[in-house]
């Protein structure tokens, strides 16, 4: 909770608890300003406590299926990134 909080924080424009709105104009505008540094001290604090979290088991996935029905494509899309080949070419993967 705390992470979704500093992130949506960092992205505010709108002026955040105790800044008046020079405060909210530096830092939306520059980055600058004591709010500004507070912010990101926030999202540091609560990056690191992510990353001091216990990671959950990974699991493995298979997907099977005929040449040419999509699997990397549905992979790519799974992970909304391009991290399997995808071609028309069968056996490409």
Known sequence: ???QEAKENRKSKEKLPG???DDAWLRVQYGIGDAAEKVERD???AM???DEEEK???IKVAIIGRPNVGKSSLLNTIFGDERSIVADMPGTT
Do not use: T
């Open 1 to 3: 909770k705390r992470m």
């Open 19 to 21: 800044e008046d709105d």
């Open 43 to 45: 999202y540091e604090r």
């Open 48 to 50: 690191a406590e992510f």
């Open 56 to 58: 959950q088991e990974e």
